[in-house]
């Protein structure tokens, strides 16, 4: 993973852990289902987003490099990896 993506992801990941400790104090405080709701709802979408730039980085670099290896066994292996993500985890929006 490239150093900027680390960095992202990890600023990212540590963002997402305040709204899930929020959603927490929520819960516990018994706010309001709808609030509580849309909470759940914005940690969904920043948590996609942390797929799409994980993805991204991955695409950039390992996808790339296997590609240019010029190794058709690498190149499909890689290839395989990229359908099992989208399989497993549908479209990425973001």
Same mark, same amino acid.
């Given at each position: 993973?490239?150093?900027?993506? /680390?960095? %992202?992801? /990890? %600023?990212? @990941? ?5 709204? &899930?400790?929020?959603? %927490? ?12 709701l #849309? %909470? &759940? ?13 994980? @993805? ?13 290896? *010029? /190794?058709?066994?690498?190149?499909r292996q /890689? #290839?395989?990896? #990229? @359908? ?7 479209? #990425?929006? *973001?």
């Amino acid at each position: 993973m490239k150093p900027a993506v /680390k960095t %992202q992801t /990890k %600023q990212r @990941l540590a963002r997402i852990a305040g709204q &899930v400790a929020g959603i %927490q104090r929520m819960v516990e405080e018994e706010r309001y289902c709808v609030d509580v709701l #849309l %909470q &759940v709802a914005a940690v969904r979408a920043a948590l996609d987003r942390v797929g799409k730039l994980v @993805l991204t980085g991955h695409v950039e670099t390992c996808v790339a490099d296997a590609f240019a290896s *010029g /190794k058709p066994r690498e190149r499909r292996q /890689k #290839l395989n990896e #990229l @359908l099992e993500v989208f399989a497993r985890f549908g479209a #990425l929006d *973001g």
